[in-house]
């Protein structure tokens, strides 16, 4: 069964801003979401996905990840 997280509680658990989700949802490359309605769920399996796709090792993995350099 899967659990699903409200933008505040996805926020919460992953320790980011809800106005950072809710750019992310306007620009993309956030994690995927839902809207039934008017109300925005998360399933938890998209957001773990897309915070484990964000870990890096070093600053120039980051880099490379970013900006697509070597």
Do not use: H
């Not at 505040?8 to 490359?29: E, I, M, V």
């Amino acid at each position: 069964m899967n659990s699903y997280l409200t933008p505040g509680q996805a926020a919460d658990r992953y320790r980011l801003s809800t106005n950072y989700l809710k750019k992310l949802r306007c620009l993309g490359g956030g994690p995927r979401y839902a809207k039934i309605g008017r109300k925005i769920v998360y399933d938890t399996a998209d957001v773990e996905e897309w915070f484990e796709a964000r870990k890096v090792a070093s600053t120039s993995d980051a880099a490379v990840r970013v900006l697509g350099v070597a």
